[in-house]
């Protein structure tokens, strides 16, 4: 099944970027609004070279929206959700879909619950109503639930011994204190232990319904038979949702160094800073200057200052997180104990100029070159142009962003970035919190 499924991939892949890679700039994709006859709206990139079809979705809200005492909730219902549905036992379903090499998967985010379907053509009429079956009569059986629980909360113990992830959730909650962002996706070992059955079919009640619902199709299928398909698979959902949006908070992050101890021989470093939201008219820019200081990899003036002129770690590099209710800058490194003040340092002195001075015109021009040029290859398949197209709905791009994208990084000024990048980056605000035993490090603020 796996095999057959990566030879059809191979040839797709091909196919689709090089689409991408050949198009204008005036036409470079073709996007459909698709809206089916029950009001279900998909947006569809059709590529006719394969008898392939993959859907993403995504629910808006997500972990964050976890009940007091339930967290993790999201988690456990998407790893169950297609554990058995309507009258297939867990068993069963798995071996429907197995039969058909059909591909369905669910996952939780703290802003959304999302889902992806994959199968050949010739099954689309069973891939489809397996996914109804999923979101509609999920059964939740305690056999499927008790081997899931377990698996989460082996999960979660590992976690909690990895110093990266005992750094990243100190670093949340630090950020995000009195804030449904401050806790994990997975939940905790006692929350996850209370979820009941009941719970999780509240959750598939009240969180999935047509009017938080956004997809993104790709494959050899044409606009009138998605329609179909659409109001088959999503036709029974609920009308609304409940609520979904979470408040909005400013990072509580004031410079300052924790240290969790882990006795380990190389400590992990996570850091952050407030950043901006999604929808911030400096977020192309943003984009922009934060593959020239820690996003671009070996070109990256932390990684420049950090590992080729000092050696301090094999890597080190920053993002941007701009979640619904609040945006962060984010990064890390790992280095061995003695020399984790020196790294610290380091990133700060990097973000302290960057700050000042911001990017020379050479580092401008050369994140706007690789930023463009390397902007198809991130369709790397169908289900990543499919994720590209529920992501376009859930940001506010519109439907011809994959044909605008380019422009907004090509129209990023050295005097803008310049000006961005003290707005921007804040050396004062700049937090870390470290897991391990580093030797010589202050902590506080």
């Known amino acids: 099944m796996k095999k057959i499924f990566s030879s059809f991939n191979a040839v797709m892949l091909a196919a689709l970027v090089s689409i991408l890679l050949a198009a204008t700039p005036a036409k470079a994709v073709d996007v459909e609004r698709v809206v089916s006859p029950g009001g279900i709206e998909a947006w569809l990139i059709r590529d006719p070279s394969n008898p392939i079809t993959t859907l993403k979705l995504a629910f808006r809200g997500g972990a964050a929206l976890d009940p007091e005492g339930r967290e993790g909730l999201a988690n456990f219902v998407a790893s ?47 891939a489809f109503e397996y996914l109804r079956l999923a979101l509609n009569e999920p059964r939740f059986d305690a056999q499927p639930l008790t081997r899931i629980r377990a698996q989460i909360l082996s999960g979660i113990k590992q976690q909690l011994e990895n110093p990266g992830n005992l750094a990243s959730r100190a670093l949340f909650e630090a950020a995000f204190q009195g804030h449904p962002y401050a806790r994990d996706n997975d939940g905790t070992a006692e929350s996850v232990a209370a979820i009941t ?71 992990s470093i996570q850091f952050a800073q407030p950043g901006i939201l999604r929808d911030d ?11 020239v200081i820690g996003g671009g990899g070996f070109v990256s003036r932390l990684y420049e200052e950090v590992r080729e002129k000092r050696g301090l770690a094999y890597s080190v590099y920053s993002y941007l997180m701009p979640l619904d209710a609040a945006g962060t800058v984010m990064g890390g490194a ?11 340092a380091t990133v700060r002195d990097v973000w302290k100029d960057f700050a000042e001075d911001g990017p020379t015109a050479d580092e401008l021009n050369d994140a706007k070159t690789y930023l463009t040029g390397a902007f198809p290859m991130r369709f790397t398949s169908s289900a990543a142009i499919a994720d590209m197209l529920v992501g376009m709905q859930e940001d506010g791009l519109g439907i011809d962003y994959i044909d605008k994208r380019n422009s907004y990084i090509e129209a990023v000024t050295l005097d803008e970035a310049k000006r961005v990048a003290s707005r921007l980056y804040q050396p004062d605000k700049l937090t870390f919190v470290i897991a391990g035993k580093p030797e010589g490090l202050a902590t506080g603020n």
């Open 80 to 126: 169950t959700l297609d554990e058995g549905a309507g009258d297939m036992d867990s068993n069963t379903f798995q071996r429907a879909l197995d039969d058909r090499s059909i591909s369905l998967r669910f996952s939780a985010g703290r802003d959304s619950f999302r889902g992806s379907l994959r199968t050949l053509n010739k099954y689309l009429d069973d």
């Open 197 to 267: 059955p009941d719970d999780m079919r509240r959750f598939v009640k009240q969180r999935l319904a047509k009017n938080n619902l956004l997809i993104g199709v790709v494959g050899d299928i044409d606009a009138e038979t998605l329609k179909g398909y659409l109001d088959k698979a999503f036709g029974a959902l609920p009308e609304k949702a409940a609520p979904w949006r979470v408040e909005k908070i400013a990072p509580k992050l004031n410079g300052g160094v924790r240290v969790i101890d882990v006795d380990v021989p190389q400590s």
């Open 281 to 291: 008219p400096d977020f192309y820019t943003a984009y922009v200057l934060n593959y």
């Open 334 to 344: 790992g280095t061995a104990n003695a020399r984790v003040a020196e790294t610290v």
